[in-house]
């Protein structure tokens, strides 16, 4: 098993930035796609960033394009998400998760097996 721990949530303002990481222990995957989910209230959880490992190809979503980026420790496996600029619309939980596999989908969530609990992202006007 694969355990995630979410950090670096919080409050922020619009047009501020954010930091999130996620750091995976037990059996971490080590190849395949770790990546950024998020879900707002109401709504379906949705990709936000992946990256693949190894190689680091990255994937966005065309909302976050030009202002997220995710990025990995290749010694630790930690996964990280830099946020800039970001909007109300960003409010969310933000999820990490982690598949072994070369997905052909990598912001599509049903291809994930492993999840880290959350942490909420709230942006104000």
């Known amino acids: 098993q694969v355990q995630l721990v979410e950090l670096g949530g919080g409050s922020v303002q619009g047009g501020g930035s954010l930091r999130l990481s996620c750091e995976p222990s037990?059996?971490?995957?080590?190849?395949?796609?770790m990546g950024w989910f998020r879900q707002a209230p109401g709504q379906e959880r949705e990709g936000v960033a992946a990256?693949?490992?190894?190689?680091?190809?990255?994937y966005y979503a065309d909302s976050v394009k030009g202002r997220f980026a995710i990025s990995q420790d290749n010694t630790s496996y930690t996964l990280y998400l830099q946020m800039n600029s970001l909007k109300p619309e960003d409010t969310a939980m933000y999820y990490c998760?982690?598949?072994?596999?070369?997905?052909?989908?990598?912001?599509?969530?049903?291809?994930?097996?492993?999840w880290g609990q959350g942490t909420q992202v709230t942006v104000s006007s």
């Open positions: 037990g059996n971490i995957v080590k190849t395949g796609f």
């Open positions: 998760a982690t598949t072994p596999f070369f997905t052909a989908r990598p912001l599509a969530r049903y291809d994930y097996n492993f």
């Open positions: 990256i693949g490992t190894p190689g680091g190809w990255q």
